[in-house]
């Protein structure tokens, strides 16, 4: 149900933006939260940043100040725009969109910060 877009290749301190759709219409989508989570190598996965319905953004201690999540409601698009990238930054990014009655997650998107 939903796409995510945005992964590459990129050196450390460079920039990535990273992009979650839906596939079709979301019912309630006004009222979902929305965030992304990655998985880095043998690790589990954990919550980087969430936007919630009224528009408070929370983020891991780890990502403070160097990551912003957005969002487009004319398109319904969510970002990950990710500054000052690390090599510990390097993982599978997931989209999730969830609310009380649904659960959505995008198919995640390779990010790997190296020299």
């Known amino acids: 149900q939903l796409q995510a877009s945005g992964g590459g290749l990129v050196q450390p301190g460079g920039s990535l933006r990273l992009s979650c759709a839906s596939a079709?219409?979301?019912?309630?989508?006004?009222?979902?939260?929305m965030g992304w989570y990655r998985q880095a190598p043998e690790k589990q996965r954990e919550l980087v940043a969430n936007?919630?319905?009224?528009?408070?953004?929370n983020y891991a201690d780890s990502v403070k100040g160097r990551f912003t999540i957005s969002r487009d409601n004319a398109d319904n698009t969510v970002y990950l725009q990710m500054n000052s990238l690390k090599p510990e930054d390097t993982a599978v990014y997931y989209c999730?969109?969830?609310?009380?009655?649904?659960?959505?997650w995008g198919q995640g998107t390779l990010v790997t910060v190296s020299s």
């Open positions: 999730r969109w969830w609310s009380p009655w649904n659960d959505y």
């Open positions: 936007l919630t319905h009224v528009g408070t953004r």
């Open positions: 079709g219409s979301i019912f309630g989508i006004i009222n979902m939260y």
